[in-house]
Nanobody, 126 residues
Framework: QVQLVESGGGLVQSGGSLTLSCAAS????????MGWFRQTPGEEREFVGG????????YYANPVKGRFTVSRDNAKNTVTLQMNSLKSEDTAIYYC???????????????????WGQGTQVTVSS
């Protein structure tokens, strides 16, 4: 499995922007789709957005469409979540994850991802 480390979380005002990064090491990265999820206390982990192994295909959950952008740099083994027009309901711990099947499009189900980072807190103040 690959090791994933997220960074870039913090406190931001409503309407502001943040960029989260996820660095991969110790395993294969460029042949796997990647996903971003978020979780609030007492809730299940929720899919936010994903990107195919090549970076050509991106997909988003409805609540973040038009505001969040996922990108990746396979040369640097990183995946990024650019978050704009942040809302208080975006407050959560954000996780990056590697899809379990090689060279396959990811999906919205956390159970189908086999490697996870430790998460980074994003807090949006209203």
């Amino acid at each position: 499995q690959v090791q994933l480390v997220e960074s870039g979380g913090g406190l931001v005002q409503s309407g502001g922007s943040l960029t989260l990064s996820c660095a991969a090491s110790g395993g294969s990265f460029s042949e796997y789709s990647m996903g971003w999820f978020r979780q609030t206390p007492g809730e299940e982990r929720e899919f936010v957005g994903g990107i195919s192994w090549s970076g050509e295909t991106k997909y988003y959950a409805n609540p973040v469409k038009g505001r969040f952008t996922v990108s990746r740099d396979n040369a640097k083994n990183t995946v990024t979540l650019q978050m704009n027009s942040l809302k208080s309901e975006d407050t959560a711990i954000y996780y990056c994850a590697r899809y379990s099947a090689r060279m396959s499009f990811g999906n919205i189900y956390a159970r189908d991802y086999d490697s996870w980072g430790q998460g980074t807190q994003v807090t949006v103040s209203s």
